[in-house]
């Protein structure tokens, strides 16, 4: 293969250098001044725009774009002089018309003007720093026409002045107004700000501070809200309508300060209007409308609550030491439940179920409740009333709702131990007189009772449920193995486990004799099946049902107390008694054989026997004898059924003692589990932890807390620190 010779080429420049006629950039502007002009005349239909962008492009191709650039700046600046003219001539209210017009008409030329010179934006414009021609038309517009020293003031006052005028309520042209200040974005956001938004802000201000003090002198707080909420959905749908959306936020915090936040706490504490007499009216609608508006002002909400909490807190107070209402323990119960519903109500309805509310509402409820010593016994009586009686004509349902509702209450007890000594004793009356309104209710509280506070609370109540089955068995056996007992006097007997029910005196009384060889039989069964067991009679906790035969032959099936039915049988064999006679016949302890006489000599419709003499009381004197006169239109008659009742001051005491009894144990024990965890603790801190252990049950007294750790030092559980005396250390 043979190699080719290279070949060379060489480009040499032309001879004759090439000239531009020097006329040519002049000529070709004058063409693109004359298409500028034309467009700004609305004659732009009889020019070329290929052409007109072909000669733009040569003379940015021929370096003449400064030129081209200069130029275009001249013919804008002063054809936007002579639009300044115009618009500083119009008169009245067609100067924002024809502002808008030239604006429109300006945007447009403007457009066009950019497509011609669109190579000159590409090329020359960035290359040399200058501002795009866009751009260029807005910022000369702004310049000649909108900071015109003429047209300035005349249209921020115009703008205002509409502004005011729809205030007043009068219509003003919104589409008008939004072009113009959308002129005013469109020159930048400053523009919008420091020629209308500012000032508008500054009137807006005045205007609202002038109109609220003339509101907070004339109206009622829900009027002066209703204004308020009217002012701020006027502000914001004039936004939405003609303003920029940036100024949203500007003009209602403007709004909010001046009417709302200048004026709270008179809002709040207004006469006869303000916050507490929306409360007690329930005024969910005024309320509700504080609510939005306060929440809109630092700390709106925080005087709100504070207002409520005051409220709730005063008045809750009023409930629970009123003497009068603490006569009737279900109505004080019914009241608080009632108190609780309403501000449920309002929170819910008012409020947004606004968390911070709800747990003033109950911060309050467990300040007040706990006010009154007395507040346990008294929820354990409403329970009792409920699940005795039962609530006519509701279903299970609402006895659910009902229990629901107790339960709240019991939360905010900080004695619940208090409230399950009552419980218990209330629930035994109920279970052992067979009066429980059902068994599903009993079981459901006491399983809400165990969710709140675990097993160990409950699980002696749920041993009084066991004992009630397993004496339902006990005597279907004692029957199966005496069938000869089937025609004489019949006998229940419910074995109670000492340990689950509430603790009772043994006291007893001298049983009629077909009833005592009845029980004695029965206690020969029993203990021959169980061994290890000792039987304890409580006849004190008993009932009995009697067939009595009255003077002109009435009979009637008597539901009594088993005191009552000692007290009855012994005038089958004797006409007349004495209280003394009675009461060594039966010896039944004095103040209840008192009580038992009172209710069947002295209650009208249940006075089977009669007294004299005639009195109120029951004396040591009086004489009893069978009211042959006695009758009633119904065949069972009850007497004296045993109903939970307040106790008396010595009951209560008592009551009190045992709780605090068993109290000293708890505490002990979680003394006990807190330094065997922790080894050593100085005293505060094991105060605070043991409080905080027990407080699900009760609130520790720091003094009895005390005790038990000297207590314990004694029974050297416990030592002192030698040195720091106040430091305990564990002793394994």
Not at 345 to 371: G, H, P, R, T, V
Not at 697 to 710: D, G, S, Y
Request: aromatic letters at 8%.
């Amino acid at each position: 293969m043979s190699n080719q010779r290279k070949k060379s080429f060489q480009i040499e420049a032309f001879k004759n250098r090439v000239v531009m006629d020097p006329r040519y950039a002049d000529k070709t502007w004058d063409l693109l001044e004359h298409a500028i002009r034309e467009i700004y005349n609305h004659n732009a239909s009889g020019l070329s725009f290929e052409e007109l962008y072909r000669n733009a492009y040569n003379m940015v191709l021929h370096k003449c774009g400064e030129k081209l650039y200069s130029g275009l700046v001249a013919t804008m600046t002063a054809h936007l002089k002579e639009i300044a003219r115009d618009v500083e001539a119009t008169q009245g209210g067609s100067f924002l018309e024809e502002m808008n017009r030239k604006w429109n008409d300006h945007i447009k030329a403007l457009q066009m003007i950019r497509d011609i010179l669109m190579y000159m934006d590409r090329t020359y414009v960035p290359g040399n720093k200058k501002t795009p021609v866009y751009e260029l038309g807005l910022n000369l517009w702004r310049d000649n026409v909108v900071n015109s020293d003429q047209i300035k003031p005349r249209l921020l006052n115009t703008l205002l002045e509409l502004v005011h005028s729809e205030r007043s309520g009068e219509v003003i042209n919104r589409g008008l107004v939004r072009n113009i200040t959308k002129m005013l974005k469109d020159l930048g956001s400053f523009v919008y700000v420091k020629e209308f938004e500012f000032h508008f802000l500054q009137v807006s201000a005045e205007f609202y501070m002038l109109e609220s003090q003339k509101f907070i002198e004339c109206c009622d707080c829900g009027d002066y809200l209703k204004k308020a909420e009217r002012r701020l959905n006027e502000e914001m749908d004039r936004v939405s309508h003609y303003l920029d959306p940036m100024t949203e936020k500007k003009i209602t915090n403007v709004m909010e300060k001046e009417m709302i936040e200048n004026h709270m706490l008179r809002l709040i504490h207004m006469e006869n209007s303000g916050l507490i007499n929306m409360l007690s009216d329930d005024k969910y609608e005024d309320l509700g409308r504080m609510y939005s508006l306060f929440r809109r002002v630092a700390d709106g909400l925080l005087k709100i609550r504070e207002v409520m909490t005051s409220h709730i807190r005063e008045s809750g107070k009023q409930l629970v030491t009123d003497p009068e209402r603490l006569k009737d323990p279900v109505e004080f119960v019914q009241r608080l439940l009632d108190e609780k519903d309403k501000y449920d109500k309002i929170i819910n309805l008012a409020f947004n179920n606004d968390k911070l509310f709800q747990n003033a509402l109950s911060s309050s409820f467990e300040y007040f409740i706990n006010l009154n010593p007395r507040s346990p016994e008294f929820i354990s009586l409403f329970v009792d009333d409920k699940l005795r009686k039962g609530l006519k004509g509701v279903s299970e349902d609402d006895i659910e709702t009902t229990l629901d509702k107790v339960m709240m209450l019991f939360r905010y007890l900080q004695e619940k131990d208090v409230f399950e000594k009552y419980y218990k004793q209330h629930l035994a009356k109920r279970l052992l007189s067979g009066k429980t309104v059902s068994d599903d209710a009993e079981r459901s509280l006491i399983v809400k009772l165990k969710t709140e506070c675990g097993y160990q609370f409950t699980s002696k109540l749920e041993g009084m449920f066991t004992d009630m089955r397993t004496s339902v068995d006990t005597m279907q056996g004692f029957y199966a193995s005496h069938p000869e007992l089937g025609d004489g006097p019949t006998l229940t007997v419910q074995v109670l486990t000492t340990g689950s029910w509430p603790t009772q005196s043994s006291l007893t009384c001298n049983l009629p004799a077909e009833m005592s060889a009845l029980c004695e039989k029965f206690r020969s069964y029993y203990l021959g099946t169980h061994t290890g067991r000792r039987l304890t009679w409580q006849t004190n906790m008993g009932t009995a049902d009697l067939k009595a035969t009255f003077g002109k032959g009435q009979r009637h099936e008597l539901n009594v107390s088993t005191y009552q039915m000692c007290v009855l049988m012994l005038f089958n064999n004797a006409e007349r008694l004495t209280y003394k006679e009675i009461e060594q016949a039966t010896e039944i302890p004095a103040s209840d054989l008192k009580r038992c006489l009172q209710s069947l000599a002295l209650v009208k419709g249940r006075n089977v026997l009669r007294k004299e003499p005639m009195s109120k009381d029951v004396g040591e004197d009086d004489a009893f004898f069978v009211n042959d006169k006695f009758s009633s239109k119904l065949y069972k008659v009850k007497i004296g059924t045993v109903v939970a009742q307040k106790e008396s001051e010595p009951e209560k005491l008592e009551t009190r003692q045992r709780v605090e009894e068993d109290r000293k144990p708890q505490i002990e024990a979680a003394l006990v589990r807190i330094m065997k965890s922790r080894k050593q603790l100085d005293h505060n801190n094991l105060i605070a932890e043991v409080t905080k252990q027990l407080q699900s049950r009760f609130l520790a007294n720091p003094t009895e807390v005390k005790k038990r750790i000297e207590s314990l030092i004694e029974r050297e559980f416990l030592e002192r620190d030698d040195v720091d005396r106040k430091l305990y250390r564990y002793l394994a």
